[in-house]
Structures are given as structure tokens and as C-alpha cells.
């Protein structure tokens, strides 16, 4: 492997497409993709577990999130590191050369679903 400088100097200096496509390949470069993925993971899962465990209780945690006046500054804050570590992801998929269908269903599927999501809890009468 070479190191990053070498062989990316073209006539007119460093080639910045040859610099991101092999930044692209690096496992570190990916783990931000990984990190997502196992966040939306143990969301899934402590979710699944607070609604089976709390029952009424968990609805009025979720209330006090979707259907008060103002949100909690809770929500707003884990809605603003969410929003942030999916963004860097997905500038990390569309940096990457290799794409599966599992990293265009996590990366594309899953958020239309949440924009769906979104807007029917906003605009909910």
C-alpha cells in the first residue's frame, strides 16, 4: 500500500478524486458508516425493550417528545447528533466506491422513512 502522497501527483498537482476515492477505501473512513448503523440498532432495540418493559409510562415519554407545545431539549439534542453522525455517514457512502444494497437501503431507504415520518408528526392536526 502506498503512502498517500505517492503516485496521486498529476501535471497539475495532487488529483483530488484520486485522493478521495482512495480515502474512501480506508476502513477508518468507513467505521463512521458502521458507527450509524449499530446507533439505529440499539435505538431499535431500546426502544423495543422501554415499550415492552414501561408500557403506559413509555407513551408519556413519547408524548412529552411528539405532541407538547415545545419539545424537550432532550430531543432536540439526540434529533441534532442523529441528523450529524447521519450526514457524515452519508458523505462517507457517497465517497465510497463500493456500494451494497444494505448501505443504499440504511443510507437512502431508512431516512426517507424518517422524513415520512417527520412530516406527518408536524403536520399532524
Known amino acids: ?3 498517500y502522497g505517492v503516485g496521486m501527483v498529476g501535471a497539475d498537482g495532487i488529483c483530488p ?3 478521495a476515492s482512495r480515502l474512501s477505501k480506508d476502513k477508518d473512513t468507513q467505521m ?3 458507527i450509524f448503523g449499530y446507533l439505529l440498532a440499539s435505538a431499535a432495540l431500546f426502544t423495543s425493550l422501554a415499550m415492552a418493559l414501561m408500557g403506559a409510562r413509555w407513551q408519556a415519554v413519547e408524548r ?3 405532541a407538547g407545545q415545545r419539545r424537550p431539549l432532550w430531543f432536540i439534542i439526540l434529533s441534532i447528533l442523529l441528523v450529524g453522525v ?3 455517514a452519508l458523505a462517507t457512502f457517497i465517497g ?3 456500494k451494497s444494497w444494505a448501505g443504499w437501503l440504511l443510507m437512502v431507504v431508512i431516512p426517507l422513512g424518517w422524513a415520512l415520518k417527520a ?3 408536524i403536520f399532524n392536526p
Request: charged fraction near 20%.
Open 96 to 98: 465510497s466506491a463500493e
Open 86 to 88: 447521519y450526514l457524515a
Open 1 to 3: 500500500m502506498r503512502p
Open 17 to 19: 478524486l484520486r485522493v
Open 32 to 34: 463512521i458508516i458502521k
Open 119 to 121: 412530516a406527518l408528526v
Open 64 to 66: 412529552s417528545a411528539y
